[in-house]
């Protein structure tokens, strides 16, 4: 497995979402290392990744993956912090393994509950046909951009770095389909068993235009204790429009939850 290890600082584990590719991640990736130790990765079945792109990996693949990018970069444990699709792989995993997990961070986080609406059952039909209207539909996303970079100038600049990351880093049609379908049969997880502290951070809710606040708000009853944080000024793409002040929640939290010992390590 190809590991992204920047920073040092409180360890955190960042996983992405339903694209697979850890580069687009990387302004918050960037940002986070200036505080943190960010390890991350594309995920198992990514080439980028170096694993097998392998039609028979399941849900639980992804979660074994998180461990083993844990054991490669030698953390006993660390803050899980997954994103949209990464934020259920991230909950799994720290439900599964309480001794590896100091704190679980999820990042407008797709819910166990979520299922394929009219709009992605259509995409699910002919997934590579359809990419490029699913590429046009992406669109709906510039409001939240704009709100994050106010001015025509500015959110423009920034509609297109981070058009031109997606194109250099492009997805797979087929591989994100695949990785949809698995949830219809994942092994359900106990999310009670989640102990460690655990921050839900949303976007506003009229500016995610992917994954509604509301779903990832149903994390806050499936772990009673964790807390919620709202990044203002963006929806979905909170780690990746306003990196700074997403660093600015989620490095202090990492800090707080990291294990004595390792905080002696560290220092």
């Known amino acids: 497995m190809k590991l992204i290890d ?9 996983i992405p979402g339903i694209q ?3 580069e687009w991640m990387k302004p918050g990736i ?7 130790r960010v390890v991350t990765f594309s995920l198992a079945d990514e080439p980028t990744c170096g694993g097998p792109d392998d039609a ?6 992804y979660v074994a993956q998180v461990r083993e990018a844990m054991d490669r970069a030698g953390l006993d444990r660390a803050t899980i912090c997954g994103v949209s699709y990464g934020g259920l792989i991230a909950a799994a995993f720290a439900a599964r393994h309480p001794d590896r997990a100091s704190a679980l961070v999820l990042v407008s986080a797709m819910p166990p509950s979520w ?25 709906r996303i510039f409001p939240e951009i704009a709100a994050a970079h106010p001015g025509l100038g500015p959110s423009l600049r ?13 997805f797979s049609p087929t591989r994100m389909a695949r990785r949809v379908r698995i949830l219809e049969t994942r092994v359900p997880v106990d999310f009670s068993a989640v102990r460690v502290p655990t921050l839900v951070l949303t976007g506003e809710a009229t500016l995610d235009r992917v994954m509604p606040v509301r779903a990832t708000h149903e994390y806050l009853s499936l772990i009673p204790h964790a807390r919620l944080a709202v990044l203002e000024r963006t929806g979905h793409l909170g780690f990746i429009t306003r990196p700074a002040a997403f660093v600015e929640v989620v490095a202090p939290f990492a800090a707080a939850a990291m294990p004595a010992e390792t905080r002696r390590r560290v220092v």
Not at 56 to 61: E, I, R, S, V
Not at 116 to 123: G, Q
Not at 158 to 165: I, Q
């Open 115 to 139: 299922t394929a609406d009219e709009r992605v059952l259509f995409y699910l039909r002919a997934p590579r046909l359809l990419t490029p209207v699913f590429m046009a539909a992406s669109l």
């Open 20 to 22: 697979g590719r850890w």
């Open 158 to 170: 920034e509609a297109g770095r981070h058009g031109w990351n997606v194109l250099t880093h492009m």
């Open 56 to 61: 028979a990996l399941d849900f639980d693949c």
């Open 6 to 14: 920047l920073g040092s600082g409180p360890p955190v584990v960042v």
């Open 30 to 36: 960037e940002a986070l290392s200036a505080r943190c």
